[in-house]
């Protein structure tokens, strides 16, 4: 059975040379769907502790996050164990409850996630008779779409990919723009104002920091000479002990540049502070999802944190050298193949984890921005500066001039790729950086410490 | 039709009976909560809970009115510089090709022209504040 490499090799390793039927099926069921399944999903349904986690840590409170599942427990020894003496349930609890992880869930606070699940799914499913039915009804599912479907084409390993096509960079832009189709319905269906004039925003916000999204990602495909993500990262490969060095971040200052722009528009992307005017509930309520309850509205919620995560991969695979790992890469791919795909998808996760945890940090510590703010944000600065970045990336290329065959990774072959020697690295980091600081000195001369605008943006001039 | 197989098909078939059972459980009991919800929304009055939510007041006219104009003009924006990158993606991993070959200071410029005549766009969108959401546009 012909499945893509990484379910015949998963499959020939759980039943010899010539796997059977179901060996396939559920090689094809882990691939596939196992990062999906173990990692995206957790994470998305996690998303709301671990904000407000993050959220009561920085403002040194509690927070609602210190239900256990004491109570649970109760309810399921008193509804499976109806025929014991009441007694005798109580001592089951309290043993129940004395268990290791118990305390653990405590202290975590997994009752709110039992508790916010089943209150999100007792509560009533209201459709406005205002409301455009069928637009109201298919928001959510489609902005889930959007959030999920470029999770196909992310490497979590080499082997756990789910589609792997030499476009893949392009699909993954062009499955998450679902989610503007969504946001526009949800707005429209709603047959509400406040939906309407937030969803209206958030169509313009996520349809205008799609440029420079698209900028960042042509940076890399232009560096790497290739859209195929498997091999994006396999270019970022560095056989020296500190992997980390071949980073696409840390080739040009340009790259690192575009990282940084790619980070703000797809915090942008995802409406989350402090570019969240969609949702500004001091005027618009609760913008596009106003009308929505329940498990529609869970399903917006879930959503945005998939793609935040799909934000923290994405920036991962591009420049943080996707599921490498930042120290001894060439030991780990030297392992046997389950192990290293078992490190190689920790190591992904803990990336975007880590640029998920930057944003929910970001949320509690920014102001929001103004609507017309955001957008001269998108136009007036991060385009022409990541058009100029792309242009830097390629005069960087230019001035390189040669290409070379790189070196073999894993089961990805030798790509070429372009040659630096130390030296030009050297001046690649110097240079750029050089002109960008006799710039800032120059400038300040002129206009004194801040640019008016920025001056008038932060009220410092009066 | 040997016993390992029926055996091996049977411990991979115990695993797949116990997840079954758990999807069942669960998904029943969600069932149970949403049906349930499902008839107290009906017996319910639902003529007061399904008006739009105008903050408490009787909702006044439609939803569906006119808005301000300026997304129109990021609209045509996006779409010019859209069509931009859709043009730029495909050539872009050749690049290493061309700078094998010694071309790439030629493609460099064809490339550069085609970005900057959209640039120069960008830049007339600019000054006539089609981006400054805090005025009006400008007819000059």
Known sequence: MNLGPGVDALARFLAGPEPAWWASALAACIVWLGPLLL??????????????????????RHGPNTAGLDGLVRFLVRCLCWFLPRATQERLTARLCRLPGMQLARRLGLGQLVADGIKMLGKEDLI???????????????AMCGALLPFAAIPF???????EVPVAALYVAAAGGLTVIALFMAGWGSGNKFSLLGGMRAVAQVVSYEIPVGL?????????GSMDLQRIVASQYNAHWASFLGWNFFQSPFLALLAVILFVAGLAECQRTPFDMAEAESELVSGFNTEYSGLRWGLFAMAEYAEMFLVGAIIATLFLGGYQSPFGEPAIIALPAWLAALIHALMLTLKASALLFVMVWLRWTLPRLRV??????????????ALLALFGVALTMLAAGSVAPGSAYGRIPALPELHLTPLAHALAWVLPVAIAALLIVLARRQHGRLHPDLARLSG??? | MGMEAASGLGAWGSVAAIAALAVLVVGGALAVVRLVTRILDRIRDPRERLTTYECGEQPVGSAWFRFNNRFTTIALTFLVCDIELALLWPILPRALDWLAAGEGARVFLEVSAFVGILAIALIWVAARGGFRWDREVSDG
């Open chain 1, 39 to 60: 990692i995206v999903l957790p994470i998305a349904a996690l998303g709301q502790i671990i904000e407000r986690k993050v959220a009561a840590a920085m403002q040194r």
């Open chain 1, 128 to 142: 406005p008779g205002n409301a455009d039915g069928w637009v109201f009804r298919l928001a959510p599912y489609l």
């Open chain 1, 157 to 163: 390993g080499q082997h756990l990919v789910a589609l």
């Open chain 1, 460 to 462: 410092a001039g009066r």
């Open chain 1, 216 to 224: 960042a990602i042509a940076g890399v495909v232009l560096w790497c």
């Open chain 1, 372 to 385: 017309d703010q955001v957008m001269r944000l998108c136009w007036i600065t991060l385009v022409p500066l």
